[in-house]
């Protein structure tokens, strides 16, 4: 219907799916039109292509609404569910209807844009909860299941690591939640056993195994030596041990050798701080290894030192954070599609500070996960000049002082931009202080390099790196030896030491990384 190249803003998943085929090929479509609305919106298309696509959805939904209602009804009758979700429906439109009526105070762009915020998350909601549920149901009903048994099925499977999974996508496209709910439970469970726990080390009961068989996960006793005296039903249940292979077992043989190191440092921890807690992967008989929440407690018992050691397995909660490492990208690339198809030369500029900011990182043997966050954070750092009229962005000339002033308001405009995404990376800061000095003169707030993050120290060396090597809309490149001889002349004052220095050594050691 429509020449237009489509951004993902509500990026279709396999959770999304209900398992009902007709249901899925439809939300599916909704999807598709709620991508388009979106791109044309980006686009800046007409009012009446925007207010088409606009009545397209809206047929499109209602047809939708009268093929789901059958076939719920099919199964559920008068049912209260039914009639619960048809009255989900009917509120849908009555609140599409109420933004239309508000045309005489708000512009039709801006009303189309509200509407289509409220359909991302009332369809996000409605497809993951009332729709997976009734679709439970009836697939429940079709295996010969009664129908008040059913519903009694699908409020199980809609609880727990199902119901995580509904926040966690939604809180994603407000603002991404760094920590799920499951995993605030369980600390919270875990840290309320260990207190009680602590106040029980001088009594014998404590290591009553009705008690430590009541916990869920992993719980041991280990003396002074690491080795195991006492363990609940989960060594055997969830790690496959008998009793007897337990029975004085290292610590360390429930993981790798390699891991000995860091274990080591962990006892310490332990012994000298009284408490300490990672995540580290457990080795099962078998040899496999799964993901835990390990803590440690150090305590005296008759005048021995223990140590008590607890594990929660976290193996679907490193799944769920995947799934939305997976749905990040997918927005931070949309965004960038977003801005190439606006500005080519920022899209180009931004992706090649990326790659000098993860050689930099790379050098400075940071962590793999602060890495990930500062290529993301790089590849966008820019994105405050979408509130820049694009015709300062390519123009030709040099830019008169008003002009240059406008440009420098990028930095605080792509914070207020990123202000209300909680990403889990310092993505925010990379935005607004990529721009800051070391001596405090830079903008848009004049922060020292003690009040900048490291991520921005970078992205600000390998963005002045990058300008000034590469031909700008106004001028021919001035070459990487003028790049180096500023960062050099600035070292420590404008700019972090390290981080130069780090740079100087890929381009000495490593240039062909950079491929530039």
Request: glycine share 6%.
């Amino acid at each position: 219907m429509y020449s237009i190249e489509i951004f993902e803003v509500f990026p279709w998943n396999k959770n999304l799916e209900t398992g009902i085929k007709t249901i899925d090929e439809q939300h599916k479509e909704l999807v598709k039109l709620l991508n388009l609305l979106a791109s044309h919106i980006a686009k800046q298309s007409e009012v009446t292509i925007l207010n088409e696509v606009l009545e397209r959805l809206g047929a499109y939904a209602d047809y939708h609404f009268t093929t789901e209602e059958a076939i719920w009804h099919e199964y559920l009758e008068d049912d209260a569910s039914f009639i619960s979700h048809k009255n989900t429906h009917d509120s849908f439109i009555k609140e599409v209807e109420g933004f239309l009526k508000d045309k005489e105070n708000t512009s039709e762009v801006e009303i189309i844009e509200k509407i289509l915020k409220f359909l991302i998350g009332w369809l996000a909601m409605h497809i993951l909860d009332s729709d997976k549920r009734l679709a439970i149901v009836v697939q429940e009903m079709q295996n010969g299941m009664p129908l008040d048994e059913a519903k009694k099925s699908a409020n199980i499977k809609m609880s727990g690591a199902h119901g995580l999974l509904i926040e966690t996508v939604l809180e994603m496209y407000e603002s991404v939640s760094s920590r799920t709910l499951e995993l605030l439970k369980e600390r919270t469970e875990r840290i309320k056993l260990e207190n009680e726990l602590k106040k029980s080390q001088e009594n014998e009961k404590l290591f009553n195994d009705t008690v430590m068989n009541s916990v869920p996960g992993l719980v041991a006793l280990y003396n002074e030596k690491a080795e195991l005296i006492r363990w609940n039903k989960g060594h055997m249940e969830e790690l496959g041990y008998t009793s007897d292979e337990l029975k004085y077992k290292n610590v360390f043989e429930f993981f790798q050798p390699s891991d000995q190191e860091e274990i080591t440092q962990a006892l310490k921890q332990i012994k000298e701080e009284g408490y300490t807690e990672i995540e580290h992967t457990v080795l099962k008989r078998d040899g496999t290894e799964v993901p835990y929440l390990l803590s440690g407690v150090n305590f005296k018992f008759q005048n021995k030192d223990y140590f008590l050691a607890t594990g929660v397995d976290i193996s679907k909660i490193k799944q769920t954070e995947d799934e939305l490492r997976e749905a990040l990208l997918g927005i931070i690339i949309s965004v960038s599609k977003a801005m190439e198809a606006r500005d080519p030369y920022t899209a180009g500029h931004q992706e090649r500070v990326a790659k000098i900011s993860v050689a930099i990182a790379k050098r400075m043997e940071m962590q793999e996960h602060q890495i990930e966050g500062l290529r993301l954070g790089a590849s966008i750092h820019d994105i405050g000049k979408l509130a820049i009229p694009a015709e300062l962005l390519t123009k030709p000339s040099r830019l008169s002082d008003i002009e240059y002033a406008m440009i420098k308001t990028h930095a605080e405009a792509g914070a207020n931009i990123m202000r209300n995404i909680k990403f889990p990376w310092p993505i925010l800061e990379i935005v607004s202080q990529h721009h800051e000095r070391i001596d405090g003169s830079g903008y848009p707030l004049g922060l020292t390099g003690d009040e900048m993050t490291i991520e921005a120290k970078i992205v600000a060396v390998a963005d002045v790196f990058e300008a000034m090597s590469s031909h700008r809309p106004y001028r021919p490149s001035l070459g990487t030896e003028s790049a180096v001889e500023e960062l050099k002349r600035n070292s420590g004052k404008l700019y972090d030491a390290k981080v130069v220095e780090m740079l100087l050594e890929v381009l000495e050691k490593e240039p062909d990384s950079l491929n530039l």
